[in-house]
């Protein structure tokens, strides 16, 4: 039985997030939010956008975050359009939040600890451009905050390898299809989830223990 388990997971795992699905590609776009007053936007892109919206979202102060795509050419693309890698967009996250909890400084931790940032359009099994490591900033106070936040784990060694992130302007974000929208809740059972998903999750968990919501610093 473990041996059958381990190939099913296995089998997973190398077919990676864009075959782990389980609705076809027909679903209707999800909607962004209206920004609330006092309300602040980051985006960011690292790999696949299940474990990256979940972890994201456990984070004290951040209100909502929408699964999309980012940081390439075409308008409105689908989920199968970004897979073939021509759109150039990244499986991206944007997170509303509030800055009055949460600063954007402690998100950009977060996210460099969400997945790993030093593998070159590659997260895990999942490999292509749209799973590369990409920060956007909208200011040049964030931008000067991502660098920063780069030079910092890069000097304590967290990873053996140094990080390879995209630091980019942000122009626009195209939400994902209305089933990936807090995918990882809804299909904890699915091998992909399971094998790949959730010990992400899990590690960012111990990682960020002391920024969660209470029903996740556990």
Not at 34 to 62: D, I, N, Q, Y
């Amino acid at each position: 039985m473990n041996k059958l388990f381990l190939y099913i997971a296995g089998v997973f795992l190398f077919v990676g997030c864009a075959n782990g699905q389980t609705s076809s590609g027909g679903d209707a776009m999800a909607s962004l939010p209206k920004v609330k007053t006092g309300e602040a936007v980051a985006t960011f892109g690292g790999g696949c956008f299940w474990s990256m919206s979940e972890a994201m979202s456990e984070l004290k102060g951040v209100n909502k975050v929408v699964s999309g795509y980012a940081g390439g050419t075409t308008k409105n693309p689908t989920y199968e359009e970004v897979g073939t890698r021509t759109t150039n967009h990244a499986e991206t996250v944007q997170i509303y939040y509030d800055p009055k909890v949460i600063s954007y400084a402690t998100i950009a931790d977060a996210f460099f600890f969400a997945h790993d940032p030093t593998t070159l359009n590659r997260q895990g099994p999942d490999e292509g451009t749209d799973y590369r490591s990409i920060a956007f900033y909208r200011t040049p106070e964030e931008k000067n905050i991502l660098l920063a936040t780069i030079k910092k784990v890069n000097e304590s060694k967290h990873y053996n390898n140094p990080i390879v992130t995209q630091v980019v302007p942000f122009n626009v974000f195209y939400p994902a299809e209305q089933y990936h929208q807090g995918y990882y809740k809804t299909h904890l059972d699915q091998p992909y989830i399971e094998s790949v998903s959730t010990p992400k999750v899990m590690k960012f968990r111990k990682t960020m223990a002391a920024n969660l919501k209470p029903e996740f610093a556990k």
